[in-house]
């Protein structure tokens, strides 16, 4: 038995009904969980709200003083660091899961993962990288994000139920107890950066490189999108209007940083492609990159489009409206100027002392 | 073939580097198997001076304003570092014969037989060495986080086979180094070496070696044991038990201000008095050239100041400063 499982609080519920209707349509044989970072008893859905899917939340996994982990983090801090504990929990609670798999909420699977479920009975971890190739520019996100950030994106990983993936699960546990904090200079980025070590600490560890997995912003630079006249995904590392192109069937996509009410936008976090949709030209200005045709991608647009309209049938009108029960302010830290003048004394000693 | 990169001041350390490879090289093709790059100017060499190797400065290589502004960019540490793929390209250009090379930092020296090396060159397109194969569980520093800050493979050493894969690899990192070789950890940056990251993803074939007689130095050897046998040096660590030591890298070691991990507090060298016979070979190895000893120490190249490693109560003192600032910055006031 292969679990997959996903991790969100109530006001994402929507994107993890549209990845579990994904998965029980091409893989129907994944037993897949939703890990809930919020209380049912406090948002007290009503029954058309409550998904199909077993739900699982964090606090009842058992997470060593989970309170104070909670003080430490903030929301996305602490929905990545309980990544490695809801692994741990559904090894221990499921002895007979050959595998489990992590996926974003924000993910739609397309294909049966056939070849996923191949390399997890030859390998301990399965993991996707960024990107295969080098980014063409310097535009957001390139190389350099991913050396801060991390070269695998965490939004995916497969795991195999045996002794090398629990070794990496214990020691990922260890470390996003205290750090799974973001902190560029101190090469702390949540979750994601840690896991650069594990084909360093660890063998038996699969880098993939199908241009099918995890395909997203990040990526789209060596992938292009189209369908086949049977209406399946298919990816190519070229752009469509090459003869004769290699393509492979489009495993996953994953629509971080997409916001159904900005259908114009394909993140938030990228600065590289836009659609080209004339729906943009609004009062006049020409939609971006109108005059860049390589920086357009109609390609992807439907996936979008596909994606929106699931998200709109999954209630997300509803749920984003749920605020998460662990959810904090967000800390201020005010008298900035005083608290430049009085570090102003300090630096000038520094300075000082490093110079020769 | 072997390339090393240094300044004037590092020229005994690299023909010793050079020596030892030779050495240890059953398919040595006398001295021209061996190539030292100089980024420094040739014209500063002693008297006299007569290369055991062929010196190939970096003035060949780079055009006039490239390397003036590459120059005014780094500091010498940097500048070195933008250069490297420049130099193993051009050997691979200069000598169309060599099918397999390797880049070692004049601070490595071979103890063993190569063909290991070479037989993992048959198989692979580039070599990396990690600096740490396991998590080092425990308080003390270099930590994980300053392994992620520079790298997990170190640019040390490298060994690259002809190939187009490899001509790609250099062509990709030549362009990355020579805009963003600073030392910046806030912005992701660290020399050629954090862009190494990206190569076995990038590129095929790429063999990540973690044996543990590979690349033996001050931060990995608290996961290896070291023997003296009478078949030479064996080394016992995570990934392997009584492999040959096939070569060190002693920076750091002799000169605890070099490179990344000056306030290093892992290791004890006084703990491991086993390591005291190579050391002493190595000085040994140093002796023979100490001739050169009177060249310059300032490099020509890299017209940035170095940042300057603090000790005693000047490193103690900033440390405390840089708390305060912290706490400072950190201190939440209740409104």
Request: with cysteine; hydrophobic share 40%.
């Amino acid at each position: 038995m292969t679990l997959a499982f996903t991790i969100c609080s109530i006001n994402y519920l929507a994107q993890a009904r549209t990845l579990g209707d994904s998965l029980r349509q091409t893989n129907p044989d994944y037993q897949y969980i939703i890990g809930l970072v919020d209380k049912l008893s406090v948002a007290n859905l009503p029954a058309e709200l409550v998904p199909d899917y077993p739900m699982l939340e964090v606090d009842k996994i058992g997470i060593p003083d989970f309170a104070a982990m909670c003080d430490r983090y903030d929301i996305t801090e602490l929905n990545t660091a309980v990544k490695p504990f809801y692994i741990d929990y559904l090894y221990q609670t499921y002895p007979d899961a050959s595998a489990v798999i992590y996926f974003d909420p924000d993910i739609i699977v397309f294909q049966p993962l056939n070849e996923l479920n191949e390399a997890l009975t030859r390998h301990s971890l399965v993991l996707t990288p960024h990107t295969c190739s080098p980014t063409p520019d310097w535009e957001r996100p390139n190389e350099q994000h991913h050396l801060n950030t991390g070269i695998f994106n965490l939004g995916f990983i497969g795991l195999r139920n045996d002794a090398t993936a629990h070794q990496f699960v214990n020691w990922w546990k260890d470390r996003l107890v205290y750090e799974c904090r973001i902190d560029l200079c101190e090469g702390l980025f949540v979750d994601q950066h840690w896991v650069n070590f594990a084909p360093v600490y660890f063998n038996n560890v699969l880098i993939d490189h199908h241009l099918g997995y995890n395909m997203a912003y990040w990526n789209l630079h060596e992938r292009f999108i189209s369908q086949t006249d049977a209406g399946n995904w298919v990816v190519s590392g070229e752009r469509a209007s090459t003869p004769a192109q290699q393509t492979e069937p489009l495993q996953f996509f994953h629509f971080s940083g997409y916001n159904p009410d900005k259908p114009d936008e394909i993140s938030k976090y990228q600065t590289r492609y836009s659609f080209p949709n004339k729906s943009n030209q609004t009062g006049g200005k020409p939609y971006r990159f109108a005059d860049k045709p390589e920086q357009q991608r109609p390609d992807v647009r439907p996936l979008f489009d596909l994606y929106r309209n699931q998200l709109l049938a999954n209630q997300n009108e509803l749920y984003r409206q749920y605020p998460c029960v662990y959810i904090k302010p967000p800390k201020v830290f005010r008298y900035q100027r005083v608290r430049k003048l009085l570090k102003l004394p300090f630096n000038k000693l520094i300075t000082l002392l490093e110079s020769r | 073939m072997l390339l090393t990169i240094c300044t004037l001041s590092q020229l005994p350390q690299a023909i010793a580097l050079g020596d030892s490879f030779t050495r240890h090289s059953v398919h040595a093709t006398g001295s021209s198997s061996v190539i030292l790059g100089l980024v420094d100017d040739p014209a500063r060499l002693p008297v006299g001076f007569v290369s055991p190797y062929p010196l190939l400065p970096v003035s060949e290589l780079l055009e006039t304003t490239l390397l003036a502004e590459l120059s005014a960019r780094y500091t010498p540490t940097e500048f070195a570092a933008a250069c490297k793929p420049t130099f193993i390209a051009e050997v691979f250009r200069r000598y169309p014969e060599v099918d397999k090379l390797l880049y070692a930092d004049p601070n490595v020296y071979f103890t063993g037989s190569l063909s290991t090396i070479w037989q993992n060159l048959e198989e692979s397109t580039a070599l990396l060495t990690p600096f740490i194969t396991r998590n080092p569980a425990d308080s003390l520093w270099p930590d994980e986080k300053f392994f992620q800050n520079i790298g997990l493979y170190s640019s040390d050493f490298l060994g690259f086979r002809r190939s187009a894969e490899t001509d790609k690899l250099l062509a990709w990192w030549t362009d990355r180094v020579q805009q963003r070789a600073f030392i910046n950890y806030c912005e992701g940056l660290c020399l050629d070496q954090i862009w190494l990251m990206h190569v076995p993803v990038f590129f095929k074939d790429v063999r990540i070696i973690k044996n543990p007689g590979w690349h033996v130095a001050l931060w990995n050897l608290h996961e290896r044991s070291l023997q003296q046998t009478e078949n030479g040096w064996q080394v016992t660590g995570p990934e392997g038990q009584d492999q040959p030591l096939l070569f060190m890298n002693v920076k750091g070691w002799l000169h605890p201000d070099q490179g990344f991990f000056p306030h290093q507090n892992r290791l004890r060298l006084s703990d491991r008095a086993e390591l005291a016979p190579l050391l002493a070979t190595y000085r040994q190895a140093l002796t023979a050239h100490e001739g050169l000893m009177q060249c310059p120490v300032k490099s020509t190249y890299g017209q940035q100041p170095e940042p300057v490693v603090l000790r005693g109560w000047r490193y103690t003192a900033v440390q405390s400063f840089r708390s305060v600032t912290r706490l400072i910055d950190q201190f939440s006031i209740p409104r």
